[in-house]
């Protein structure tokens, strides 16, 4: 009951937070951009808070607890694709979002492309996005489960509503400055975690001789970093290293930046850190298989763990860590999901006339339909891998190739980019279905997407004039 109390101590102080900070939200620009005025400090924390969720705690550690350390690849794939955005493709996007007063991708890929372009890749984010929300808000229930015993359901629908409130309130601004406490808050706990878990069970040696008594387990492989075998290792760096490049909702925090320096610094500085992170909650996750060997359900590893094999101070603190970061990603995928509806859709297509006052009032009402939406979507999938999967591969084979060739050149026309993202998502669905997941050779259902849509790209660019540069 006292780590309850501290949750929801915790997540008052977050709202008040949010409420306080959102007094200064009066512009759409504020709730969207930040008024392009993030320092380097907040864009690293609301870029690392962002990426710091279910998949990067609860669903590593459990992939720590099934695969061992070559989980790494999950979150490690991630960091890869961050530091590709921070260093190259952020910069360079951000240019133009600020010479034109772009607000999402949707606005760059209509200046782009056209305006078509622009509503096809609304209606894929959409149907991605409310399935990375319903991952955050699965991940939550869990966390609330084996702190108060809450049944999941009702936890991930009380975590959505927490995220509705606060995020509501002020959008980016507010978020950036919520996302620095919940980073310090993720920082302090992982770092005396870890160490204190892993000593906890008699260190590495420990785990070397559980794995090896385990019969289910193969003992080179559990602690290999390659001990998934390439093809999965390219499985998911073929989904998450584009994901994390090209994920409008990441994107469109950098676009908050005050200038490109801060793009470079934040954001690149976000990608080490998390390569560095990745090895904590996998780490956590092998500490859980040896203290927990028969879990029914892996993915309670990290709460478990959290809750019982940690003293009680730090198991709250860490309780709070994860629930943070739940929370911040959540907040990241509906600022995502939100402001693409209304600025893409709404304003764009319904309400053409609409004045800044009407933007962002339309934005905080589609900002509680779409977390209406992720709550009752988690309470449908019940798993937060399979969730994450969903988002990542649509992302992937949908934007990577007509969002970075229409950075780095000017040939392609929309025509390009709609044929490629019109036939790349049927083919990877084809792929999958045909090969029952397993893709063509060593080419993941993702990754012959990927290639499916860069091949479509250059057939119609070559065929079709040169659209005029950017």
């Known amino acids: 009951m006292v780590t309850l109390l501290v949750l ?4 008052a102080a977050l709202v008040a937070l949010s409420l306080f900070v959102s007094r200064r939200v009066t512009r759409s620009t504020d709730f969207f951009v930040a008024g392009r005025q993030l320092s380097p400090a907040l864009l690293f924390s609301t870029f690392l808070a962002a990426n710091l969720g279910a998949g990067t705690t609860v669903g590593a550690a459990e992939f720590g607890y099934r695969y061992g350390l070559s989980a790494w690849w999950w979150v490690g794939s991630a960091g890869i694709g961050s530091l590709i955005l921070g260093l190259f493709i952020g910069p360079r996007i951000y240019r133009i979002a600020s010479e034109h007063n772009l607000y999402t991708v949707g606005d760059y890929l209509e200046l782009r492309y056209s305006r078509v372009v622009r509503y096809l890749m609304a209606a894929m984010l959409w149907l991605g996005s409310l399935s990375i929300l319903a991952a955050q808000l699965i991940a939550l229930g869990l966390v609330l489960n084996v702190v108060a015993g809450l049944p999941s359901a009702w936890g991930a629908a009380l975590g959505g509503v927490l995220v509705i409130i606060y995020f509501t309130a002020g959008g980016l601004l507010s978020s950036a400055w919520v996302n620095l406490v919940q980073v310090a808050v993720k ?4 770092s005396l975690a870890v160490p204190w878990a892993l000593s ?3 260190g590495w040696g420990a785990i070397r001789t559980a794995v090896e008594q385990n019969p289910s387990l193969a003992a080179e ?6 001990g998934l075998g390439l093809e999965a290792i390219l499985r998911y760096a073929v989904i998450l290293i584009p994901s994390f490049i090209v994920s409008p909702g990441l994107i469109q925090k950098l676009y908050g930046a005050r200038d490109e320096s801060t793009v470079r610094k934040a954001v690149g500085a976000q990608g080490v850190v998390l390569l560095l992170y990745s ?3 996998v780490t956590l996750g092998m500490v859980a298989m040896v203290r927990f060997p028969h879990l029914d359900n892996p993915g309670l590893a990290l709460p478990k763990l959290l809750a019982e094999g940690l003293p009680a101070w730090l198991g709250g603190l860490m309780l709070a860590a994860i629930f943070s970061a739940e929370v911040s990603s959540a907040d990241a995928v509906l600022f995502m999901l939100t402001t693409s509806v209304s600025r893409d859709f709404v304003q764009t297509a319904l309400r053409r006339g609409s004045n800044d006052a009407d933007l962002l009032r339309i934005t905080r009402v589609t900002a509680v339909a779409a977390g209406a939406a992720g709550i009752v979507l988690a309470l449908w999938l019940q798993s937060i891998l399979a969730a994450l999967e969903i988002f990542y591969s649509l992302l992937a084979v949908s934007l990577f190739v007509p969002l970075l060739a229409g950075l780095y050149s000017s040939r392609p026309t929309a025509g390009a980019a709609l044929a490629a993202m019109v036939a790349s998502v049927p083919a990877t669905v084809a792929v999958h279905l045909l090969t029952r997941g397993g893709g063509v050779g060593p080419l993941t259902p993702a990754a012959v997407g990927i290639l ?5 790209f250059s057939l119609f660019a070559i065929r079709k004039k040169s659209a005029a540069p950017v």
């Open 8 to 11: 929801i101590l915790y997540s």
């Open 187 to 190: 920082a302090v706990g992982f």
């Open 452 to 456: 499916f849509s860069a091949i479509i």
């Open 200 to 202: 906890g069970v008699g």
């Open 221 to 226: 492989s559990y602690l290999s970093v390659t």
């Open 279 to 281: 090895f904590m909650p």
